[in-house]
């Protein structure tokens, strides 16, 4: 690393903080090669001990990746290792590329952020706020407040909730009833699905993780004119060289997709399905739906660290950009909750306002995660871009690997 310019940016960052009156961020001392090395043997041990089939660990400073290994199995069972360009589920980290693709219909002008969703999905019109069920299980309800703005819906404080079990209560019991993510519909469906089911509150008034970018994903068709597929391959995919992220493998790249893992009896890793992602899906999951690679994802990261562009090729304007890691929490809504300490969030990213509280991350850091345990950060401050890649569903030790992370790196 350039040693002149991390020295430049510590002072720059440490003179801002001093002028605002605000706590000076931590530091990564510029990524000396003991701490990659000691990122290397944790996440290496982790496979070692039986808990990771696998995993693939990719960290980048200043636009040059310092960090990029793979280690154990992508097929456990058939002893068939995992290589830097095996392909996973990425899931939840689906969620930063949809909301990027709106972002470039924002820029064309197509939208305004407090525009009504109804505006341009007609079936949110007039959508009611659920105040609990009666003696035979009807909803009862008030009118909304307001009309849920796509703002909130790029920000989860539209008044949507997940399906069962990310989501509890009679709302999202309603959305499993008539299945709102069921893959055999197109998104067209689903939010026709959504619009028959009260809100589960008032726009604007909570944080809740939601179905809401799978809604964006429809948004995206409807002022595109185009598949969700179709635009993403076109606006981002391949203006980046994100050669191997789509909405499913293709039979040359079945060979190269990690299977799926779960603890088992006794901890030993269980491969209880390998997931509906070898042919392209009917549900083009905005919320959930991509395959993707570390090295595909650490080119959408770089276009976002260098506000909105790559190699010459611009995806978003700066403005968007800044607005998608900026904080767009409603005053009423204070943060994202005790299971995120020390994050607010932006439009389809989280994004760090306490380092202490949120693991030493550095403030204006922003990330996310998907429920197969894949993980990113993209750190402005120091310029470091993290990615780990793995497909265990024990979520929480899948937290506590990126708290590992985390602190390698910058305690």
Known sequence: ??????????????????????????????????????????????????????????????????????????????????????????????????????????????????????????????????????????????????????????????????TPPLSRGPVAEAYGKVGVLDPSSTLKEMVGKLGNIPLDYQPGSKWVYSVSVDVQGHLVEVLSGKPLDVFMQERIFKPLGMKDTAFFVSADKADRLSRAYAPGEGGKLMSPENGPFLQKPKLLSGGGGLTSTAADYFRFAQMHLNNGELDGVRILSKQAAKLMRSNQLPEEVENIGPFYPGNDFGLDFAVVTDSDAAGGLPEGTFWWWGIAGTWFWIDPVEDIIFIGMIQNRDLMYARQLQAKAKSIIYQ
């Open 1 to 162: 690393m350039n040693n002149k310019r991390f020295l430049s940016r510590r002072f720059c960052a440490l003179l801002i903080a001093t002028c605002l009156g605000a706590s000076a961020p931590s530091f990564a001392d510029d990524l000396d090669p003991r701490r990659l090395e000691a990122v290397s043997a944790a996440m290496k041990s982790a496979v070692d001990e039986g808990k990771l089939a696998g995993i693939v660990t990719l960290v980048a400073q200043d636009g040059e990746i310092e960090l990029f290994e793979a280690y154990g199995h992508r097929d456990l069972e058939n002893q068939q290792p995992l290589h830097k360009d095996s392909i996973f589920r990425i899931y939840s980290m689906t969620k930063p590329i949809a909301g990027t693709a709106l972002m470039i219909l924002w820029d064309e002008g197509k939208f305004k952020l407090d525009d009504p969703v109804a505006k341009y999905i007609p079936e949110f019109e007039g959508l009611q706020v659920a105040e609990g069920v009666d003696e035979k299980g009807n909803f009862e309800t008030v009118p909304a407040d307001h009309p849920m703005t796509i703002r909130e819906l790029m920000s989860h404080t539209g008044g949507l909730v997940y």
